[in-house]
């Protein structure tokens, strides 16, 4: 689980897949979020993959995160699409 500490100068400490990490930003409740989800998906990847090396499981969790954001996009494009359809 990702977990932070709100350090100085925007920066936070965030924990995923048992590795910590040090970043910056704005918003350390967002960034915290990031991290969250980042360490689930790492996590559900690597229970459904039997995968014990962090770089392989890193890799397949981005191809999933990906993946989901091209699908959300390619579902607005669509829903997009058809309202204009419709609305002329």
Do not use: C, P
Not at 30 to 36: C, D, M, N, S
Not at 63 to 76: C, E, H, K, N, S
């Amino acid at each position: 689980m990702a977990t932070a500490n709100t350090g100085t100068n925007n920066s936070v400490r965030v924990e995923i897949y048992d590795q910590a990490y040090n970043l910056r930003g704005s918003d350390a409740e967002y960034i915290l979020k990031l991290a969250e989800y980042v360490d689930t998906k790492m996590r559900l990847v690597s229970q459904q993959t039997s995968t014990v090396d962090s770089l392989r499981v890193a890799v397949l969790a981005a191809l999933v995160i990906g993946f989901l954001a091209v699908t959300a996009f390619a579902g607005f494009l669509i829903f997009r699409w058809i309202w204009h359809a419709i609305a002329t």
